[in-house]
């Protein structure tokens, strides 16, 4: 992948949202590249974990939660690795001006019912454009148990309302909250576990999407 700017973005606190940009960022870093992850949260959840023992792995970890984040990501994105941005759980302009000028948004979705209903303001805004300009986005099934109904349902939902969903889920594992006690993700306590290989599929099919993307462009 090059340096490509990632957005993970909704206006749903609760889904899931720092835990997906820590765990991409270090499976991308874990392969030889240089991510980044810039924490908008005021909140600060990604910068509370990388500083407990485990350190992300070594992942840079840049905190910014004011309105020019976005300045911060396009500078990493000098690199040679992804960027990858962790919005509030709410609207704010940080998360306005960061999806204005993001390669790929990525929309954590816990499969839940009152989770989905405040989720669609999120996704009516990418629908919409932002600025006039609609970035590419999908969206990501979080903490599901697989093959349940309501993630089934969910799924049919969202891609029945012409929202794009990724085949891959983040199903839920009590390894993720382990691992995050020690500043960790699963990639980095047991990389070829059942947590890391979700992981790295779902990092494996937004590199493919980007990668049509950008050939499609050329």
Known sequence: MTSSIITVATMK??????????????????GGRRATIIDTDPQRSIVRLAARERALGGVTVVEDATEEAWKAAKRHANGFGPVIIDTPGFRSQSTLACLFMTDFVLVPVKPSPFDVD?????LNLLTNGVSGRRPLFRCVLTQTTR????AKHVRAELTEAGF???KSEMTNRVIYAEAALWGATPSLI???GAAA????AIADEVEDILNVSRAVVA
């Open 147 to 150: 093959d349940s109904v309501i």
């Open 118 to 122: 405040r989720m669609v303001d999120t």
């Open 190 to 192: 047991e990389r070829t």
């Open 197 to 200: 290989r979700d992981i790295a």
């Open 13 to 30: 606190g609760g889904s899931g949202k720092s835990t997906l940009a820590s765990c991409l960022a270090v499976h991308w870093h874990l």
């Open 164 to 166: 794009p969903v990724l």
